[in-house]
């Protein structure tokens, strides 16, 4: 991603990377080793991202957005916005109601954060994504502070009957996204 971004030009087209991770804490740019409670045997990698610590594991969809938000004419916070409110979207399809939170960036089912949030700029352009946690083993959140949050309960699509893979989930979130940020899902790169 870093790579990629420090190499775009300004006709780069934007992508959308869609991966499941295995499992693995990842620490933000201003993280807090004491929001790592008991790792285990899970890595403890520190990236440059926003944010604090979480969780990505298996039958979770990560997906990073290298977007040139110049070109978009989008500010971080509208991205944001913007971001969430795709995911807001996708769930309510599923008969979820679900919110953001202004002071934590995320997406919330009753409280619970069901997708993370973590961005970084450089040039002008994103980097990292979104986590949303669909059918995994949430047991790593209770191996640290989530977001640097201690006490925030985590959940996942599965716990409200959504019964998809992340990959039956990416598809349509990615439709979501592109609707949101005004791209044609056609603009997006598949590889």
Same mark, same amino acid.
């Not at 992508?15 to 790592?36: A, D, I, Q, Y």
């Not at 795709?86 to 008969?95: E, M, Q, R, T």
């Given at each position: 991603?870093?790579?990629?971004?420090?190499?775009?030009?300004?006709?780069?087209?934007?992508?959308?990377?869609?991966?499941?991770h295995s499992p693995v804490?990842?620490?933000?740019?201003?993280?807090?080793?004491?929001?790592?409670?008991?790792?285990?045997? !899970?890595?403890? =990698?520190?990236?440059?991202?926003?944010?604090?610590? /979480? $969780? *990505? #594991?298996?039958?979770?969809? +990560?997906?990073?957005?290298?977007?040139?938000?110049?070109?978009?004419?989008?500010?971080?916070?509208?991205?944001?916005?913007?971001?969430?409110?795709?995911?807001?979207?996708?769930l309510a399809n599923y008969?979820?109601?679900?919110?953001?939170?202004?002071?934590?960036?995320?997406?919330?089912?009753?409280?619970?954060? !069901?997708?993370? =949030?973590?961005?970084?700029?450089?040039?002008?352009? /994103? $980097? *990292? #994504?979104?986590?949303?946690? +669909?059918?995994?083993?949430?047991?790593?959140?209770?191996?640290?502070?989530?977001?640097?949050?201690?006490?925030?309960?985590?959940?996942?699509?599965?716990?409200?009957?959504?019964?998809?893979?992340?990959?039956?989930?990416?598809?349509?979130?990615?439709?979501?996204?592109?609707?949101?940020?005004?791209?044609?899902?056609?603009d997006w790169r598949q590889?």
């Amino acid at each position: 991603m870093q790579a990629f971004t420090q190499s775009r030009v300004d006709s780069t087209p934007d992508e959308l990377w869609l991966v499941e991770h295995s499992p693995v804490f990842t620490l933000g740019r201003n993280g807090k080793m004491e929001h790592v409670l008991a790792p285990g045997t !899970i890595p403890v =990698l520190p990236i440059d991202r926003g944010g604090q610590v /979480t $969780y *990505h #594991g298996p039958g979770q969809l +990560v997906v990073y957005l290298l977007l040139d938000i110049r070109r978009k004419a989008l500010g971080v916070r509208e991205l944001v916005m913007q971001i969430e409110q795709s995911v807001i979207d996708l769930l309510a399809n599923y008969g979820v109601t679900a919110a953001g939170n202004r002071d934590a960036p995320g997406v919330y089912v009753d409280g619970r954060k !069901i997708a993370a =949030l973590g961005l970084r700029v450089a040039k002008g352009c /994103t $980097y *990292h #994504g979104l986590s949303l946690n +669909v059918d995994m083993d949430l047991e790593p959140f209770q191996r640290i502070n989530p977001c640097g949050y201690a006490g925030l309960r985590i959940t996942q699509c599965k716990d409200f009957g959504i019964r998809q893979t992340p990959l039956a989930l990416a598809g349509e979130l990615c439709e979501h996204l592109a609707a949101r940020l005004q791209y044609s899902v056609l603009d997006w790169r598949q590889d």
